[in-house]
């Protein structure tokens, strides 16, 4: 008996200290190397529907939707019925982080190039034009054409010190792109020589403002021509500075939110922009809409923005050179806005989406009109049929034909991740 | 997996003493109180521990049953749900030498998520459970018995800490992180228990 114990014991205790493994899982880029011939000699090819995965970025164009799918298309639906949108097809198209539309003509970039397509028959799309070489931040090697992409990729390790080197990595062009689908506004200037600009959602990075293609990415301002819609023109690049996220058109103004501030440049002549002020306060993100006297910023704290504070910033911009900052309002986490008249939507990420009157822009806390609080928003675009609200779920159209009472019309939602 | 969870189901039912089949076999109990004995990185650590187990006598030596309890390391709180079996060697004796075995899951269900001011979030899985033990029982004069045993316990245990990068992330989707670090920790006890057995 006792002898059993002893040799319990004995089998027993030098097993007996505790064990800890750590593991450190981290998604990090790792690069990967393309020549451009690969994907310039490829086609572009128009595939059928597919369900959507990662929706990025919106634009309305007639009864259509554009909705990206960053790195890697396009989805074109049909939106003749806001109730019920149909999926139409798929423009295949590898590096892609943003478009614009401009008199059936698409624009967007794959890798260093900018394409041009025409969609007047959304049923025959076919490629008009590419542009090369326009966005050269994208090679490591110019000469022999090797561009450097960064792929997601889960690594998990045993070794703490790993995970830090996912903070090392460059920084990329579609990186913020990829990590905020959001930052929302009204793209839809009507200016411009008689060409029909697309209406532009959410960190519409690509503009089109007086016959000419704006695009933003971290540092620059990049204009091009397009007053031939079928035959984009690369003209100059403008640097901005650091984090600069969304680009939002205005009556002949550009305004350019940043992760620091508002830049506002005059495009009065539309290939040579002019800085006219910039609106700085702490570092968050911060898409922008404007009407004739006021710019709303919403500023969002968030993991890739820095300590920032969520708020609702009012600015008055009747003197442009000089935006003043006449009130902000304290909020839940806001996102992307979109301005209709009187009407401001607001979307609040994972808090839902808020109406405000703002007729009176030092009310605008007293005049809220709804909170919609069973969905995550993200992105707002007040379409001409629908208000079109974008969120990590899905993309849902509401009739706002009573601003002041949203109505839910449809609701397409993303594959199961 | 599914095969234990039938078993796991078929015990807990079986168990239950207001069933047909426990009026077959006879109802038995045993709680035992202890202390948990091991090492860590900072040293010795004992650790307060109970259980019991309720089942059926399959045989005069062989009880089958569901056993729970609380195992608390430290701050930590980790209930056992499992299987138990029972043998004893002389029932007919005063003294009598048994032995047990229980398999199955150590539950945190105890242990809140917590998110720091610093938006950490912290939260905590339990994992295998394992147990061998010897032990004695002494016969009462109410055919109750007093039992002191040795066991060796196998718990596994993860803690997760995490920094959130989406607005509602997934706990299982690492991309869903800025900083996704899993401790798996082991714990391996000498256990000491005094219990009462009915």
């Known amino acids: 008996m006792q002898l059993m114990l002893s040799l319990m014991l004995v089998l027993v205790f030098p097993s007996c200290e505790d064990q800890l493994e750590s593991t450190y899982t981290y998604q990090t880029q790792v690069p990967v190397f393309l020549q451009v011939n690969s994907f310039r000699e490829a086609d572009i090819i128009i595939e059928p529907a597919k369900p959507l995965d990662n929706p990025g970025k919106i634009y309305i164009f007639g009864d259509y939707l554009f909705i990206s799918e960053p790195g890697k298309g396009i989805h074109i639906l049909d939106n003749t019925n806001p109730a019920s949108p149909r999926n139409l097809n798929f423009i295949n198209i590898p590096g892609t982080g943003d478009m614009a539309i401009n008199d059936n003509i698409l624009y967007a970039d794959n890798y260093v190039d900018l394409l041009a397509f025409d969609i007047s028959d959304p049923q025959d799309i076919e490629m008009v034009k590419r542009e090369e070489d326009v966005f050269p931040n994208m090679y490591s090697n110019e000469e022999t054409g090797t561009i450097v992409t960064y792929k997601d990729t889960l690594i998990t390790s045993t070794d703490p010190n790993m995970s830090w080197s996912s903070w090392g990595r460059p920084a990329f062009r579609s990186d913020f792109m990829a990590m905020e689908s959001m930052a929302a506004y009204n793209g839809g200037s009507k200016s411009g020589g008689g060409q029909s600009y697309g209406q532009g959602g959410s960190m519409a990075r690509f503009t089109l403002l007086g016959g000419h293609l704006y695009t933003v990415d971290d540092y620059d301002l990049r204009v091009f021509s397009v007053e031939e819609p079928t035959d984009p023109q690369y003209l100059k690049n403008i640097n901005l500075g650091w984090g600069i996220e969304t680009i939002f058109p205005f009556k002949g103004k550009l305004f350019i939110g940043s992760m620091t501030g508002m830049h506002i440049y005059d495009a009065s002549n539309p290939s040579d922009p002019q800085k006219m002020a910039v609106y700085e306060h702490v570092t968050s993100c911060d898409p922008v809409v404007v009407n004739d006297d006021y710019a709303f910023v919403t500023l969002r704290s968030a993991a890739v923005c820095r300590m920032g504070a969520d708020e609702l910033h009012v600015l008055d911009i009747k003197d442009l050179y000089n935006p003043q900052l006449i009130k902000s309002y304290p909020m839940d986490n806001p996102h ?31 005049n809220r009109l709804e909170h919609l609080k069973d969905f995550t928003a993200i992105d707002i675009i007040p379409g001409p049929k629908s208000l079109i609200v974008i969120g990590p779920d899905g993309v849902c159209q509401f009739d706002y034909s009573d601003p002041e009472k949203l109505k839910k019309l449809s609701c397409i939602n993303v594959s199961f991740r | 997996m599914k095969v234990i969870y039938t078993i796991f189901a078929a015990t807990l039912y079986l168990a239950c003493p207001s069933n047909s089949w426990g009026q077959a076999f006879s109802y038995t109990h045993h709680s035992e109180m202890g202390m948990l004995t091991g090492r860590d990185n900072f040293g010795e650590r004992i650790n307060f521990t109970f259980q019991t187990f309720n089942g059926f006598q399959l045989t005069e030596r062989h009880a089958f049953g569901f056993v729970t309890g609380l195992d608390q390391y430290g701050s930590l709180s980790v209930v056992p749900i499992a299987m138990g079996w029972r043998a004893v060697l002389n029932p007919e004796d005063t003294w009598q030498l048994y032995g047990g075995l229980d398999l199955g899951f150590g539950s945190t269900l105890l242990e809140p998520t917590v998110v720091t001011e610093w938006n950490e979030h912290r939260w905590q899985e339990g994992g295998f459970m394992g147990q061998g033990s010897i032990g004695l029982r002494l016969k009462t004069k109410r055919a109750n018995f007093w039992t002191l045993s040795l066991s060796y316990k196998r718990q596994i245990y993860h803690l997760t800490t995490a920094n959130p990068l989406e607005i509602s992330p997934d706990r299982n989707r690492p991309e869903d992180w800025s900083y996704y670090a899993k401790d798996k920790i082991t714990f391996n006890n000498v256990v000491y228990r005094l219990g009462y057995w009915f």
């Not at chain 1, 301005?339 to 605008?364: C, M, P, Q, R, T």
């Open chain 1, 336 to 366: 992307g806005l979109g301005l209709s008249g009187d009407y401001l939507y607001l979307a609040e990420g994972e808090h839902g989406l808020k109406s405000f009157n703002v007729a009176d822009v030092l009310e605008i806390s007293n």
